[in-house]
């Protein structure tokens, strides 16, 4: 049995890829699952490194493979504060950034309008750190508290029949939820065409616990809004935690099999307003989280392991 048969009447299960993992990884990604996510051949930097420079070539070799193996495609991201080029910022009045950031989704847009199926209009836009709702990017500082507002309509009319999210991290704690809330319900109210948020879950094995995910989703749909969680992993740290560890210890994996079980049970719950469940990868072989938030520091949040092989946590949630 693979993944995407297992919650084929739930759920798309998906996972994020790279030039490099759609060859390494081959077998496990057209095998399992239905849905794929450039981990970062689709940001602006990657697109449009200079003004007057396109580079597609990666991307589009991901939007073929995915093609050809009959998967389907999310877009990762228009507008976010990291992974952009300085050139977009440099001196821009609001007026020039708009256009930039216009002419960025309307080209990208309609490059990949067959390939793609959603869009991460925006990302991570709202602050965690301090009282702040939005976070002071240069994207906000420059145009102002509603750039969102354009990015998203830009990204309707060049795309009037793609969903399009608002993607975000610490998605489940429940004072950013509430700023995610309010600012997608206030875009909602305004007219502004927001379809879907996006939810990235990447979480460890002691936290958040279910009745966040819970109480997340719950706020969340009530906005009228579809979900889906979006770069899911479950680190075997936490946060702060900087621990350097050899393997993981026996207690560790079933503790993370346990948070799969518990959190794709949930999902399954919900399957009636959850659309996709993408994981952050395909194989502890290669995760961003091996780098992040300590360089060099080995992780293993994903449900096949340094050989590819099913890990505890992928029987734990294909057997209920
Ligand atoms: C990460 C990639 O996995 C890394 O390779 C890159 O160095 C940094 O970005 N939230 C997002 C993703 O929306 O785009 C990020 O991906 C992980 C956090």
């Avoid at 849905?35 to 940001?43: L, P, Q």
Wanted: net charge negative; glycine share 4%; with cysteine.
């Amino acid at each position: 049995m693979t993944l995407k048969e297992k919650y084929k009447d739930y759920f798309r299960v998906g996972a994020e890829v790279n030039l490099h993992t759609i060859n390494t990884h081959k077998e496990l990604i057209i095998k399992h699952f239905d849905s794929i996510t450039c981990e970062n051949e689709t940001k602006f930097e990657s697109l449009c490194p200079l003004p007057d420079k396109d580079t597609f070539e990666s991307a589009d070799a991901i939007a073929t493979f995915a093609k050809e193996n009959g998967i389907l495609l999310r877009g990762h991201t228009f507008v976010w504060h990291n992974q952009t080029p300085e050139w977009v910022f440099k001196d821009a009045d609001k007026e020039l950034l708009l256009s930039r950031m216009k002419n960025h989704i309307q080209k990208v847009g309609k490059h990949y309008q067959d390939s793609m199926y959603c869009w991460d209009v925006v990302n991570e836009a709202i602050e965690d750190k301090t009282d702040l709702v939005l976070r002071d990017s240069q994207w906000r500082r420059i145009i102002g508290d509603d750039f969102m507002e354009y990015a998203f309509r830009y990204a309707k009319e060049t795309l009037p029949n793609t969903p399009l999210y608002y993607n975000d991290y610490n998605e489940m704690n429940p004072v950013k939820r509430e700023k995610i809330y309010s600012i997608v319900k206030q875009m909602k109210e305004n007219g502004v065409p927001v379809d879907g948020i996006g939810m990235q879950c990447h979480i460890n094995i002691y936290e958040p616990g279910v009745d966040e995910l819970k109480a997340a989703i719950e706020r969340y749909a009530s906005l009228g809004v579809r979900l889906q969680f979006t770069e899911m992993d479950v680190s075997m740290f936490r946060f702060e935690d900087h621990t350097v560890l050899n393997a993981p210890s026996k207690e560790l994996i079933q503790l993370q099999a346990k948070k799969y079980k518990e959190y794709f049970k949930v999902f399954r719950e919900y399957h009636d307003v959850i659309d996709c469940v993408t994981l952050w990868g395909v194989a502890d072989d290669a995760t961003w989280l091996s780098n992040f938030p300590v360089r060099n520091r080995k992780n293993w949040p994903l449900l096949f392991d340094d050989n590819h092989e099913e890990k505890e946590a992928f029987y734990a949630i294909m057997d209920f």
